[in-house]
């Protein structure tokens, strides 16, 4: 089975900081990556897909990238609806998820 | 609009069964894979497995290898996940999603919570 790992498991941050959530995986998964936020109560939310691409809808100041291993998602100004939980995905093979980094205010 | 609407929230004592319901519409059932997730109280997403609704194929998580079952009924767009042997670390709300291959989801049912309780 193929882990992924992600981290760091919390981040606090104010409004306007940039963050980076990196999320590694066991094996090599190319670009077969997503990444998706979760706020209380609520099902998960596709944010970005084959690690660097924006799902539609969604505001650009998400972004994704790396292939292989290796992936980070990065907020570039946080907003105040970003605080939230967000999880890695691969879905090289069958699928497996991050253990989720939650994004809290400073 | 595509839709997953899930059954509603079952209390099951250690050792029962559950059975949760997961009807699509607004999209092509069998042109899709149906996935099964759970999420325990504060935990993290767990992929349980898949059921490709056209062919009935389905591949299960090695946690659940034996206890779980997921089956789908074409004549009513609808995709079922079972699970046997409840144990309280069973509580967990319960998501259905869609995708196909070499896509992520893109939506999921709404969840169901299940409570496994003495």
């Known amino acids: 089975d193929i882990q992924m790992t992600q981290s760091p498991s919390t981040l606090s941050a104010s409004v306007g900081d940039r963050v980076t959530i990196t999320c590694r995986a066991s094996q090599s998964i190319s670009s077969w990556l997503a990444w998706y936020q979760q706020k209380p109560g609520k099902a998960p939310k596709l944010l970005i897909y084959k690690a660097s691409s924006l799902e539609g809808g969604v505001p650009s100041r998400f972004s994704g990238s790396g292939s292989g291993t290796e992936f980070t998602l990065t907020i570039s100004s946080l907003q105040p609806d970003d605080f939230a939980t967000y999880y890695c995905q691969q879905y090289n093979r069958y699928r497996t998820f991050g253990g989720g980094t939650k994004v809290e205010i400073k | 609009q595509v839709q997953l609407v899930q059954s509603g929230a079952e209390v099951k004592k250690p050792g029962a069964s559950v059975k949760v319901s997961c009807k699509a519409s607004g999209y092509t059932f069998t042109g899709y894979y149906i996935h099964w997730v759970r999420q325990a109280p504060g935990q993290g997403l767990e992929w349980m497995g898949r059921?490709?609704?056209?062919?009935?194929?389905?591949n299960y998580a090695q946690n659940f290898q034996g206890r779980v079952t997921m089956t789908g009924d074409t004549s009513i767009n609808t995709a079922y996940l079972e699970l046997n042997r409840l144990r309280s670390d069973d509580t967990a709300v319960y998501y259905c999603?869609?995708?196909?291959?070499?896509?992520?989801?893109?939506?999921w049912g709404q969840g169901t919570l299940v409570t496994v309780s003495s």
């Open positions: 999603a869609r995708d196909r291959t070499w896509f992520p989801f893109d939506y």
């Open positions: 059921i490709n609704p056209n062919s009935g194929d389905t």
